[in-house]
C-alpha cells in the first residue's frame, strides 16, 4: 500500500499546516509524579519565554522554566520548585529522569521523568471532517486547500491508508477534550459535528501582539447553558528579572456569546478596562478543541490562540430552516425578511442626551434586565410598590411597550434583537417619566425610574447612566419552560421548540447580556416564581 501511503500522508501533512500545527504546540509530556507533584503531571506547550527561553505550562498552569538550570513548579515561579534538573542549562528542557533536587520535602516522590511530545499526523477529527467537507474552522489564516492533487487517484486506497493514520492518533493528548454533558434534559450520544451544542467550554491558551513584543496567558470559561462568562489574563510586567505575571481575574466592561458553526463553535466578544485603557477581544472556541481569535487596544493588536476543553450535547430540533446565506444558528431562526435584515445593522447607538434631573442626581435610573419571560416585569411591580410605601416617587419604564409590532409578532411575541427595538420612542418614553418623577425628586431624596427589559444593556448610552443594575439569570431550559407556561396560561400555542432552541436562546445570549457587572437574581427551575424580595 506504498502508492495510497505516500498520498494519506501528503494529505494528512497538508491538513495540520493548513490549519496552522506547529510543532512547539506539543512541547513535552510530564508523567510519573507522585505526592503533592501530582498536579505537574500531563501535556505541556510553550507559552513565551522567561529569562531569554522558553516557558511551558500544562492544563494546570503548572510550569516547565529555567532559572539557573531548568525547573517544574507552580505557576508562579518566583515559589519554590518541586522538580529539576541540576546543572541542565540547554536551551529546552532535558528528557529523562528528574530530580527533587532543590525540594527539601518529601511529599513530592517520585520525581517524574520528561518525554518530548510529538507532534501528531492530523488534528483532531472534527477539523479534519470540517476540512473535508470544505468547512474550515472560523479564524483560519490560511488559503482553502486545494483537493486537485488527489484526483484520479485510487481513492480506497488513499481512504484506508488515512483511517489507519487516524487510529494512531492520540485526540485527547493532541487537541482539547470536550466530552458529553452530565444526564439530563439535554444529554445525547451524538459526536461534536453538525447538530450539536457547545454548552460549557475552557479555553486556555496564549494572547501576543502582532510584532511579538508583547504576550501573555489567558483563561476563558463560558457557558451557554446558564449564562456566563469569565476571564483570566495575564499582562507583561516589563521587568524581565521577574516571574511572569500570573493570570488574574478580568472585570468585564461588555460581553456577548454566539454560537457559530451551527452551534459546534462558541464566539465570545468582551472588553476588559475602560478608555483609554480598555481592550477589545474576539474568540472562537470550536468543537475540535481548538482555540483561536484576536484582540485590540490603543497601543497595540494580536492574536490569541489555545485549547479547549468542554461539554457538548445534540440538538434537540432542527433549525426552523435553512438560512443559504449564513448558515448560522441564529441567522437559520431568523426566517422572516424584517428579522433578518435588522440582524444585518443591529443599532449601537441612538441620538440621546442624559435628562439634566439624571445627571444631577435628583432621578436615579435603576434596569431590570434578562431574557424574556424571567419575571422583569413582576420584580419591578414590587419594587415600585416598596418605593412607593416609603414614599419615594416611582415610575417603570418597560422595554417590551417599545417594539415594532410586526418583527415581534414573528418573535413569538419575545423582544430578541435590538433592532426589534423603536429605541427612539423609548427614550423619549423614558425621558417623560424621567420629568415626571423630577418634579418630586431631590439630591437628598432622589426618584427613581424602574427600566425593565431583555436588551437594557445594549445600548451604552443609557448602560452608561444607570445607578443600580440587576439582571435575572434563567437556564435554558427554565426559560423553555416559562415560554410554554406563559402560552398555556394564555391559552394560545407556545412557541416552536426548534424557534425557542435556534433563536430565541442564541438572540438571548448574543445580545442580552449585561455591560457591566450587575447584581445577578438566579431564578431557580422548576415550577417556583423567580426571586422577588
Given amino acids: ?263 459546534t463553535s462558541i464566539r465570545a466578544c468582551f472588553q476588559i478596562g475602560v478608555e483609554p485603557n480598555d481592550v477589545h477581544w474576539e474568540v472562537f472556541i470550536h468543537g475540535s478543541g481548538i482555540m483561536q481569535g484576536w484582540y485590540r487596544s490603543s497601543t497595540n493588536d494580536g492574536s490569541v490562540k489555545g485549547k479547549a476543553t468542554g461539554e457538548f450535547r445534540p440538538h434537540t430540533e432542527a433549525p426552523p430552516v435553512e438560512a443559504p446565506e449564513e448558515p448560522t444558528a441564529l441567522t437559520a431562526g431568523l426566517i422572516a425578511e424584517g428579522l433578518v435584515a435588522k440582524r444585518a445593522t443591529q443599532p449601537m447607538s441612538v441620538e440621546w442626551e442624559v435628562p439634566e434631573a439624571v445627571a444631577e442626581g435628583k432621578v436615579v435610573l435603576v434596569a431590570l434586565g434578562g431574557p424574556p419571560c424571567s419575571g422583569k416585569g413582576t420584580l419591578a411591580e414590587r419594587i415600585l410598590q416598596a418605593l412607593l410605601k416609603k414614599e419615594v416617587a416611582a415610575k417603570i419604564v418597560g422595554q417590551d411597550a417599545y417594539c415594532y409590532t410586526h418583527l415581534e409578532e414573528i418573535a413569538q411575541g419575545m423582544v430578541l434583537t435590538p433592532g426589534m427595538v423603536r429605541w427612539q420612542d423609548f427614550f423619549q418614553g423614558l425621558d417623560q417619566e424621567v420629568a415626571q418623577v423630577a418634579k418630586v425628586g431631590t439630591k437628598t431624596k432622589p426618584g427613581v425610574v424602574l427600566l425593565d427589559g431583555p436588551l437594557l444593556y445594549w445600548m451604552r448610552q443609557l448602560d452608561s447612566v444607570l445607578r443600580v443594575r440587576f439582571f435575572l439569570r434563567t437556564s435554558r431550559n427554565e426559560f423553555f419552560r416559562r415560554q410554554r407556561a406563559k402560552a398555556a396560561a394564555a391559552g394560545r400555542a407556545s412557541a416552536p421548540s426548534g424557534f425557542l432552541e435556534h433563536v430565541a436562546w442564541p438572540a438571548h445570549l448574543a445580545w442580552g447580556q449585561p455591560r457591566q457587572p450587575p447584581h445577578i437574581l438566579d431564578v431557580p427551575d422548576g415550577i417556583r416564581a423567580g426571586p422577588l424580595p
Fill in 1 to 263: 500500500m506504498t502508492y495510497g501511503a505516500s498520498y494519506a500522508e501528503s494529505m494528512m501533512e497538508e491538513i495540520s499546516k493548513g490549519l496552522g500545527l506547529d510543532a512547539n504546540e506539543f512541547g513535552f509530556v510530564v508523567s510519573g509524579a507522585g505526592g503533592v507533584g501530582e498536579i505537574v503531571n500531563g501535556r505541556y506547550t510553550e507559552r513565551g519565554t522567561y529569562n531569554g527561553k522558553p516557558i511551558y505550562r500544562n492544563d494546570n498552569d503548572m510550569a516547565i522554566y529555567f532559572s539557573a538550570f531548568w525547573k517544574i513548579g507552580c505557576k508562579d515561579t518566583a515559589c519554590v520548585w518541586l522538580y529539576a534538573v541540576k546543572d541542565a542549562i540547554g536551551p529546552k528542557p532535558p528528557t529523562g529522569a528528574w530530580t527533587t533536587y532543590g525540594y527539601t520535602r518529601t511529599d513530592a516522590e517520585p520525581a517524574p521523568s520528561v518525554a518530548s511530545g510529538v507532534m501528531p499526523d492530523a488534528v483532531p477529527c472534527d477539523s479534519l471532517f470540517a476540512w473535508l467537507s470544505a468547512s474550515q474552522p472560523v479564524g483560519c489564516e490560511s488559503e482553502p486547500m486545494s483537493r486537485s492533487r488527489f484526483a484520479g487517484k485510487l481513492e480506497r486506497e488513499v481512504f484506508d491508508e488515512v483511517v489507519r493514520l487516524l487510529n494512531q492518533i492520540d485526540f485527547q493528548g493532541d487537541g482539547g477534550v470536550l466530552c458529553h454533558a452530565p444526564p439530563g434534559p439535554y444529554s445525547g450520544t451524538a459526536p461534536v459535528e453538525a447538530g450539536a451544542w457547545l454548552l460549557r467550554v475552557v479555553g486556555t491558551g496564549e494572547w501576543e501582539s502582532w510584532d511579538g513584543t508583547r504576550r501573555g496567558n489567558i483563561r476563558i470559561v463560558a457557558d451557554t447553558e446558564v449564562p456566563d462568562l469569565s476571564i483570566q489574563v495575564s499582562f507583561p510586567s516589563g521587568n524581565h528579572d521577574d516571574a511572569p505575571a500570573r493570570l488574574e481575574p478580568a472585570s468585564l466592561e461588555f460581553y456577548t456569546l454566539e454560537h457559530d458553526n451551527y452551534g
